[in-house]
């Protein structure tokens, strides 16, 4: 198992919790939570190692609008490819926009 936590700047705090996805062959689960105002943080684990720069890179062009609302992620990987990471993170974000997500 690895681990990677990464921080962004980014805005308000998202409106709602929210969960996509679940941990299986070739998939992975987000958590997410509503963080503090102007910072997100993604906590990684994964059960493929050596894969940080993927990770960080993939990670990076997600939140690399600092308008993104304020999110905590919690990342459980078991071998997903770049694409499914992004659909997802992107599942959670709008569950947690439209207040869908679990409370």
Sequence with gaps: MQRL????????PAAARALAGVVGSGDLE???????NGRSTVAITT?????N?????????I????DQP???LEINDFG????????RIAQAMEQAASGAGRT
Excluded at 30 to 36: D, F, H, I, M, Q
Excluded at 54 to 61: C, E, G, H, P, S
């Design 63 to 66: 939140f690399a609008d600092a």
């Design 80 to 87: 997903a490819t770049p694409a499914v990471v992004r659909l």
């Design 5 to 12: 936590s990464l921080d962004y700047p980014a805005g308000a």
């Design 53 to 61: 720069d993927i990770w960080t890179a993939v990670i990076d062009r």
């Design 47 to 51: 059960s493929v190692d050596g894969v």
């Design 30 to 36: 987000v958590l997410l939570e509503p963080a503090e």
């Design 70 to 72: 304020a999110v905590a």
